[in-house]
């Protein structure tokens, strides 16, 4: 009788050779999406400097939202990066 570890490495190694336990994406990829991460929360940040009322000021309308946006943008590229 096998062992439930042996079945689960059997298991690993007939999936048409492709190992499961792989990383989906490569280190490159984390650290580009932790950028991107990070400019999002820089975005929102600058939204909240707004002195403005409501927010209507040129930080919360325009430079906050852009900068959000290229981090989102930046998240796409991330993710979508080939090795």
């Known amino acids: 009788m096998k062992s439930i570890t042996s079945k689960a490495q059997e298991v690993k190694s007939t999936d048409n050779g492709v190992n499961k336990s792989a990383l989906p994406f490569s ?3 984390y650290l580009l999406m932790l950028v991107g991460i990070g400019l999002i929360l820089v975005g ?3 939204m909240t ?3 403005e009322e409501f927010g209507f000021g040129f930080l919360g309308i325009t430079l ?3 900068i959000t946006f290229i981090g989102f943008l ?3 590229y991330a993710i979508f990066r080939k090795k």
């Open 64 to 66: 906050g939202p852009a």
């Open 27 to 29: 280190r490159q990829n």
């Open 49 to 51: 400097l707004d002195k």
């Open 74 to 76: 930046f998240e796409f």
């Open 44 to 46: 929102f940040f600058i």
